[in-house]
């Protein structure tokens, strides 16, 4: 059974609660995720009551697209689709018309205005349902983490890593492999960083050769049915010394920390804190300068953030990355990520990989 239907019928209850009788949707991801459609143009008309209908609109490229993926709906083609919608709203007598304002731009609401009347502002209602995942957006995720995972395997394994070769190079073959284990693609521009260069939190992959000795970071995801996985290992080339080893072993224990803080009630600010109060305890707080982690899912972004500014609290069956690192200017950085769902009792892993330190 598609997880759509039930997806708009929670919009619905949402519309009520906000005393609207229709919202005009016109991100094309929350598109997505209220329809299971694809393509690269489209907004939804949804009703507050079932008996009326909620119409969706593409243009005539993705006539044959729309019939496949959205078979459900009454379908309008036309363009520009929120203006369509926006007279369909109007036409079909909707008093309070809710609208994305997050996504709309000023002049965008302007030439909504000449069309509709009663448009209220009302961001983020997708947002907020996007942020406990179904059963379908976990499989899509687990799906991702795997493609990853076994990238990964598959790199280290046929000596994808070693001295001599670029971080570019190491970031090309592991985006290949993500498609050969059924990606569609990268789900952000992988982080390859070498050396010094693992010091760098968002270090873009350069022509730099890794050398023996190198810690290497990997930040990396696969892109599966629009879900996003995010995974950081950091590695060893060759020997570890001492001091790698150690900076290694804080961060896992932070991040084991982080992970256990991950439970239903839990404030997003306190599992930030749990994790960072390792790496404040051991004298370096200023050198993990970035949040904890982030909500994943049709964006590689989303909410709720882990971190000393975030707001909220965690609910089961959001997925959220768990990110920590320590990084040591000029010398080397260590940062290590799961992608997990929250769970009752515990998280569950969504990115298998090991992450005992792996020297190759
Ligand atoms: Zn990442
Ligand atoms: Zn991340």
Redesign the pocket.
């Known amino acids: 059974m598609p997880p759509h239907a039930p997806r708009r019928a929670a919009l619905r209850a949402m519309l009520v609660e906000q005393d609207l009788d229709a919202l005009l949707v016109t991100d094309l991801v929350n598109v997505r995720y209220l329809t299971g459609f694809t393509g690269s143009n489209a907004a939804l008309l949804v009703a507050a009551d079932p008996q009326r209908s909620t119409v969706f609109c593409t243009d005539g490229r993705y006539l044959a697209q729309a019939e496949a993926q959205v078979p459900d709906l009454e379908r309008v083609i036309d363009r520009p689709c929120d203006l369509a919608l926006a007279a369909r709203a109007a036409k079909d007598g909707h008093g309070r018309v809710g609208f994305e304002g997050q996504h709309v731009t000023v002049d965008g609401l302007a030439a909504l205005e000449q069309v509709v009347e009663g448009l209220v502002g009302a961001s983020g209602l997708v947002e907020r349902l996007r942020l406990v995942k179904d059963d379908a957006e976990v499989e899509a995720l687990r799906m991702a983490c795997a493609a990853a995972d076994r990238a990964l395997a598959d790199l280290v394994e046929h000596g994808g890593l070693r001295a001599g070769r670029t971080e570019k190079e190491v970031a090309r073959e592991l985006e290949g492999r993500m498609l050969d284990h059924g990606a569609a693609g990268p789900s952000f521009d992988s982080i390859v960083a070498a050396g010094p260069h693992s010091a760098i939190p968002h270090h873009e992959p350069t022509d730099a050769v890794l050398k023996a000795g190198d810690l290497v970071k990997l930040?990396f995801?696969a892109l599966v049915d629009g879900y996003h996985s995010?995974?950081?290992r950091t590695l060893v080339l060759g020997k570890a010394a001492d001091w790698q080893r150690d900076l290694y072993d804080l961060v896992l224990r932070s991040q084991a920390a982080g992970r256990a803080a991950l439970l239903p009630d839990a404030d997003v600010r306190a599992v930030d804190a749990a994790s960072r109060q390792v790496i404040v305890d051991a004298g370096y707080g200023p050198r993990f300068p970035h949040g904890l982690g982030h909500g994943v899912g049709l964006r590689i972004h989303e909410a709720p953030a882990l971190s000393k500014s975030g707001e909220g609290t965690l609910s089961a069956g959001m997925a959220v990355?768990v990110?920590p690192g320590v990084y040591l200017s000029g010398k080397g950085g260590v940062r290590i990520?799961d992608t997990l769902v929250v769970r009752e009792s515990a998280p569950e892993l969504l990115t298998l990989t090991t992450k005992e330190l792996v020297v190759v």
């Open positions: 930040d995801g995010d995974m950081t990355t990110e990520e």
